[in-house]
C-alpha cells in the first residue's frame, strides 16, 4: 500500500494493490505495448566482440516517446489501470474512478501521478523477483554470452 499526498493538490491518495489477477493482467498489458514498439539501437563498428563495439542510442530516445504515448493513448491499457485503481482512494472516501475526475475536476491535476503510483504499486513485486533471477542468470551465462543474447535480440 502507498498512502501520500498528490504533489499538485496535496490531496491524500492511497494506492492498494490489486488482486494477483488484475496486476497480471496490468503487467501483461504494458509488456505488449512495450512488445509492439522497436528499440532501434545502432551498433556501430565492424568488431565481432559486442563488448568492443560502441553504440548509438538516440534511437531510445524515440523507443521511450513511443511506447509512453502508445500506453498513454492505449484503451486497453487505460482500462486495466482503472481495473486497478477501483481498490484505491483519492481524499480518503472517493473511490478512484474514471468519473472521479469528472466529480472533482482538480483531481485531474493529480492524474498522472496517481497512475504512475499505481503502476509501480502494482508492477514492483514482479520486477523486483525478475531483477533477482537475471541477476541469478547473467553470471551463468557469462557477461558476455549475456550481452550477446541481449544484443542479438535486440538486433532482430
Do not use: H
Not at 497480471?24 to 505488449?32: A, E, F, G, S, Y
Not at 482512494?89 to 503510483?117: G, Q, W
Request: hydrophobic fraction near 40%; charged fraction near 25%.
Amino acid at each position: 500500500m502507498r498512502d501520500f499526498k498528490a504533489k499538485n493538490t496535496g490531496n491524500r491518495i492511497v494506492i492498494n494493490p490489486a488482486p494477483y489477477k488484475t496486476a497480471i493482467n496490468l503487467k501483461n498489458v504494458l509488456l505488449n505495448e512495450l512488445k509492439n514498439n522497436i528499440l532501434g539501437l545502432k551498433v556501430l563498428g565492424n568488431k565481432e566482440n559486442v563488448l568492443e563495439k560502441e553504440i548509438d542510442f538516440t534511437g531510445c530516445i524515440d523507443f521511450i516517446k513511443n511506447v509512453l504515448i502508445g500506453a498513454d493513448i492505449s484503451e486497453t491499457v487505460n482500462k486495466v489501470i482503472f481495473d486497478c485503481l477501483g481498490y484505491c482512494t483519492y481524499n480518503t472516501v472517493e473511490a478512484i474512478t474514471e468519473s472521479l475526475f469528472d466529480k472533482i475536476p482538480e483531481a485531474r491535476e493529480d492524474y498522472y501521478e496517481i497512475i504512475i503510483a499505481c503502476i509501480e504499486e502494482n508492477l514492483k513485486p514482479f520486477m523486483k523477483s525478475l531483477a533477482s533471477e537475471w541477476s541469478i542468470l547473467a553470471p551463468k551465462l557469462g557477461e558476455s554470452q549475456a550481452l550477446n543474447v541481449i544484443f542479438q535480440s535486440l538486433s532482430k
